[in-house]
């Protein structure tokens, strides 16, 4: 449980400077959670956290850039003057800012001033779905850290009808070439004579995963899309689709990443 505070965790000098710290509510409003006013009740009632201990005083000041903040429990993500954004990529697109071979990339995808962007893990050529890219070296290089192994979720087209006994047997593991892979769930979410859609979570990063778990059961991936990558769901964003991540988003992707 939170420990509560009533005290600032710097002077309360009157000043809204960063030297001094800058007033809680103001952090608040300032992300966008809400106005001003709004953000001193959420503070007066007990529901702002810095640094785990419950914060109530108004006039509190932080550093918005070192302190941890939460508001019913949620991250509040530091002040960064980085961009993060949620790429829906087409298929076809390689997962590079450029590509000497002259294959579509994820730059044609991201706004003309979003400068230079690293993405945050890969997609095979073939692969549709959510990328995360940003120019915030710091988090790009902690997310795409093997140790890092986020939940991913994929929505696979394969061949064939997927009958039960096969997707008891993808939910109990299979033995691929390079050790066994178990997926956190699978879900049958359509089937026709010629085809399965289903949906398999896991958070192996490892090469072609998805491709290689379907075939070892004898049902090849025509199509695939991810859908979501830790916190981040990709929703309705339409098919070469950006738009930058949302402060929930930011501040999970943020605990994730133990920043």
Sequence with gaps: MAETMDAGLFPDSGRDDLAEGVR????????????RRTAE???????????????TRLGTRVDPERDHIRVDGRRLPPRRHHRYLVVN???????????PEGRPTLAEFVPARA?????VGRLDADTEGLIVLTNDGDLAQQLSHPKFEAAKTYVAEVEGQVDRATLARLRGGVRLEDGPLKPDKVKLIDTTGSRSLVQVTLHSGRHRV???L???????????ARTRLGPIRLGDLP?????DLTVQELGELFDAALL
Excluded: C, Y
């Design 24 to 35: 809680l509510q103001k952090v608040l409003a300032g992300a966008g959670l809400a106005s």
């Design 41 to 55: 009740l959420m503070i007066e009632d007990g529901r702002v956290e810095v640094n785990g201990r419950v914060v």
């Design 115 to 119: 400068g230079r962007l690293f993405h």
């Design 239 to 243: 098919v070469g689709a950006t738009r």
């Design 214 to 224: 379907f075939e070892a059961v004898g049902h090849p991936v025509r199509r695939l």
């Design 89 to 99: 990529k087409p298929r076809g697109v390689v997962s590079t800012m450029d590509d």
């Design 210 to 212: 998805v491709r290689r």
